[in-house]
């Protein structure tokens, strides 16, 4: 197994909120996010960051506005780069040209694979590390979520699509490919799914989520898990011959997309 060099990386997000957007003519930006990260940093305990994202495209705030503060904060040493998330191609260079970007945190797994068309591409091409969330798909590739699975208050996974007791059903040959190949390489259903991620692209980290202690150890030994280039093809191949039931998508913002749950 290759070696490699561990490294702890400070990464935070924040919002752009009401008041950064309706005096953005001023100085109201830079002052708004700059007390975001302040106020971060302070429950870090830390002066600086490493990376800070823009948790989601506001539609009212140019991402290029955005970009400028983020350099700025860049050079009075505050942070060491930027990124976003949830976003389009588009939204990704228009930040790209006026600021580069660090990296981009999307949603992508094996039933999300919108990213690979584009996102992917730009960003290897130009050295941008991409943050996966949800590699998992919350639970669902760990084949531990049933119809009978009950997620209670602010639980996201009640809003997600693919976890529908309808999609759940739809999207078992989706599970049995991976309890074959689990099978035949002695791992779980979620070590497999990172595994094929971590394989197919050099350039993206993935990030499962867990409050569980069991579940982060059972992920963290995916990296123990090697597949083959025939073992990789021949798992492309079953997926690819697979429908996914129920799409959330990758391209969100504070205005539209998967968040506005939370306000209903």
Known sequence: MASFRKEVVLATKFHIGKTEVENRADTALYNGIRYHLESSMKRLKTDYVDLYYLHRLHELVPVEEVAEVMGRLIEEGLIRGWGLSQVS????QKAQETVPVSAV?????MVERDCEKEIFPYCKERGIGVVAFSPIASGLLSGKVTAETKFEGDDVRKFVPQLSKENLAANQPILDVLAEFSGRKGATNAQISLAWMLHKYPN????PGSKNQERILENLGAWEVELTEEEF??????????TVYGHRGHMESEQKGFRKNWDK
């Open 233 to 242: 093809s021949e798992l492309e191949a079953a997926l690819a011959g697979c």
């Open 105 to 109: 945190q999307n949603l992508y797994s």
């Open 89 to 92: 191609l588009e939204t990704l």
């Open 204 to 207: 993206v980290v993935p990030i």
